[in-house]
């Protein structure tokens, strides 16, 4: 894949400096295809759509409904932020041996090593990263559709035998698809009017989205918080095997 990627990169530049016309719109197209390419991979690497779907169980609820119920068990923050925390404990590993799990847990998911950790304490066991999920909620409605990609910041916190997980979240990253195509007839012929499809990237506030505001669309806007709250789940559960894990030790051919 990655070097299917590299192929279109290289034609679609060549095409744009012998037809910029063609060129400016097959960018777009190349655009598409290296978002979607990265964003899978980093889907991939963390949380799949089926974690995000069995810890996101609706019942007999509709989406609206598991949203208000979720926000009364978990209400935001004096900041507007939905902040969710859960402590574990990991009887026999010390405080180190906890922080290296995750750290080395951290390194491997990013593809940028340099700046995969925000805080790094070892010595006062804290490590902060902030985590990019794609896609954990989408509703299409007419020509229009939505697509919610989250960016929490996660706060680890390290002690003896426990390990304090926080999960912070401000905002919804949003991106419209308008779809303001048309055709009509003439001289015989189709000709296509409106805009195409266009792209809007948004955020939304938590605090100003359903179930706790009413700025953005309701039911887009229940699905973005259910599903947050199922990330939290997710995670927690993938962090929980991690940290149960043996602590892998590098070979130093010694």
């Not at 192929?7 to 679609?12: G, K, R």
């Not at 100003?208 to 229940?222: A, C, I, L, N, Q």
């Not at 973005?224 to 940290?243: M, P, Q, R, W, Y």
Request: proline content about 3%; charged content about 25%.
């Amino acid at each position: 894949n990655f070097i299917k990627v590299w192929i279109l990169t290289f034609y679609y530049l060549n095409l744009a400096r012998i037809s910029p016309d063609k060129g400016k719109y097959m960018k777009k197209i190349l655009a598409f295809i290296l978002c979607a390419f990265l964003s899978s991979a980093a889907s991939a690497q963390i949380l799949t759509q089926k974690d995000i779907e069995r810890h996101a169980y609706l019942g007999d609820m509709s989406w609206s409904t598991k949203a208000q119920v979720l926000a009364k068990q978990n209400p935001l923050d004096e900041s507007g932020n939905l902040h969710l925390s859960v402590i574990t404990e990991f009887e026999g590993q010390s405080k180190d041996e906890l922080y290296k799990k995750i750290e080395k847990w951290i390194l491997s998911m990013s593809s940028n090593s340099t700046n995969a950790l925000m805080v790094a304490d070892k010595e006062n066991g804290k490590i902060v990263t902030k985590c990019y999920l794609p896609n954990v909620a989408k509703r299409t409605i007419g020509d229009n559709s939505y697509r919610v990609s989250i960016c929490p910041i996660l706060t680890f916190d390290f002690k003896d035998s426990r390990v304090r997980f926080s999960f912070d979240l401000s905002s919804y990253e949003v991106l419209k698809k308008n779809d303001d195509s048309g055709y009509g007839v003439m001289m015989g012929s189709f000709v296509f009017t409106g805009r195409g499809v266009t792209n809007d990237n948004q955020q939304w506030l938590v605090q100003e989205s359903f179930p706790f505001g009413s700025k953005h669309p309701k039911v887009t806007s229940s699905r973005a918080f259910v599903n947050s709250n199922a990330c939290f789940g997710a995670l927690t559960e993938k962090i929980n095997d991690v940290l149960k894990a043996p602590l892998k030790v590098e070979e130093d051919n010694w």
